[in-house]
DNA sequence: CTGTTAGCGCGTTCAT
DNA sequence: ATGAACGCGCTAACAG
């Protein structure tokens, strides 16, 4: 059996007064005497009194809390990006409420009714790898639930999102390769259902078209970020003729297979081809052989700004219009050389053109 | 302004029926005519009726969220474990509303009181890193909210807890390292305040008492968890005379810090020193250079297995004891060589036993 | 300044 | 087989 907390009812008993007054004492309520108010106070401080959250969360159709769903939470980006929506949140004294898809879309709706009627204030959320259909979110929209998107958002306009602008990152780092002399660049994409890998494909021709040079669009493949997935990728890759001698991989995590592959293959890191990839982990500062350089997708602040809107949006009341878009430009970060000392691979050269 | 959803109370006016008559329909009470039943779950489905469980938490005193504490939610264990949780929880309906304390012990506390009044079924808690005092979750206990502690739990036996058994992982770390003929083994130890160091430290001289080799105190180090920290204990163990040929680190993480200073210092991995470290990072296979072996500390387990004794205790109804305390097993995880190709570190050789 | 009343939505008696 | 009534704890509207 629940213990039984006090309540206000029971102060107000104890006092002889009634359970208004007692409310409106602990809220410091203007009309209340200085006497009772005191006495009110002294006995609830006493009583170890602390209000009923589920009573008042359905008293005022509010629960202060938001619900956050993400694929999946052991990856660093979306641990990242929830700790910063956590942060925020305590500040706003909003509860989280979290759930992962496992990039599963029918986890992924399940989740959202458990949080309808749990009557969260607002949702966050990005998208399942696989999910093309927004009903599920859309339906959160009609019982006034806010939605906020980020990093994996759908592709509507009627939405809140903060999305990640893959052309400002994606194009620093192709001019960055091409700097470094690099003609041939191969493209370890992501699955094609993802906005982020039309983004990089487009991003892709403008630049290269933009700087001259040959497009070949068989240089572009899609891995479905597994390990095998991606070594069949990066095998296909290099069968082109010439190969690239260098790859701009979808994120570290892939290119870490990638690099993994084309060392056991015999190939020399930095000298016959080279990495770019996108999410700059931390962890990647410990490899003898890790990406150039990285785009930096700032998880952290995306969460975090995520959860800015929604107060806004919340603060707004009911109307969701307009629909808030950010976008956050990713920033590459060049990896100057390995830490880890004496081992540290040779200076970059020009790579040959061809293997 | 909140959209009006569609309530009991509505459903039953359209169809004049009482409210009760339609709660009833809608869980399928045996004494409901067919008709009538039908007739109201029609309407139900078609108005998009969803009980509103803010209400039935209030009434039934029963919120089927469970609150968990973590210090960081970035690290892999942690949202490993998290993970965990949530898997089962799902599997349960049971909702996961979380809350990470940084280590910060003021902000843990303040994160149980928002649980408390969020009347949380339970709360599984991993401790900040300082947290010496117990009282605020012993305030849970009081308003019977039972606790479930895991990883880092507290020294009392009256609570409930899945910890990690230190003694058998470490144990075969260091024989596996006496096997390799090591004779002087450092141990980079973590904060005092941690139970797992003083167990560490207690496993060590047991084993190597039982070996017969003799136990030098000097060997056992702490660090902060910090890069610099750990540099620094590095630099003393390094200085000991003679100095230790393998190191026992208290985490993957740490040991990388470790490994990076030593090579930067011109140490041959594996040949002038080894290292075994505990966590059993995935993101390890990558590294050329990593520790020769890591106790498998299998968080996805202690979160579930954490989550299915809150479980029992809630069915348990109110009857706190017998406290639950259950130990996982480490597993010591060699990794037979680096995948990463032909660089691989050249196979171990027995140690020098001085420099 | 304070008390009374009412109601949020639901499930659960207790009566028909 | 169904309805009426009640109460969970709290707040707010409406008296006084």
Redesign the interface.
Known sequence: ???K?PTIKEIAQRLNISPSTVSRALHDHPSIGLRTKMQVQKLAAALHY??????I??KQ?K?F?IGVVLP???E?FF??A??GI?DIA?KHNY??????SHDDVE?EK??I??M????VDGVIASLAKHTRNYDHFMALQ???IPVVFFDRVPSLGSVHKVSFNMTQGTQEALLFLIGQGHRRIGVLNGPEEMRSSKQRTDTYQNVLQKKKIKIDLSLIVSTDLTKEGTKKAMQELLSRKPRPTAILAINDYVA?DA??FV????YKMNEDICFVSYANLP?TS????RPMASVEQYPYEQGAKAFEILMQVLAG??SQEPYHTVEIDGRLIVHEKS?????KPAAVKTPKTSA
Chains 1, 2 share one sequence.
Do not use: C
């Open positions: 059996m629940k213990q907390l602390e209000p009923n959250q589920t009573a969360f359905f159709r629960t809390t999946e939470l052991t660093f641990s990242r929830i700790s956590e305590v509860n989280v409420l979290f759930g992962q986890r399940q989740i009714i458990a309808k009627n749990q009557r009609k019982y006034n870490m690099i993994q060392r056991a293959a015999g962890i410990y490899l003898d052989h009341e009911g830490l880890t000392g004496p081992n």
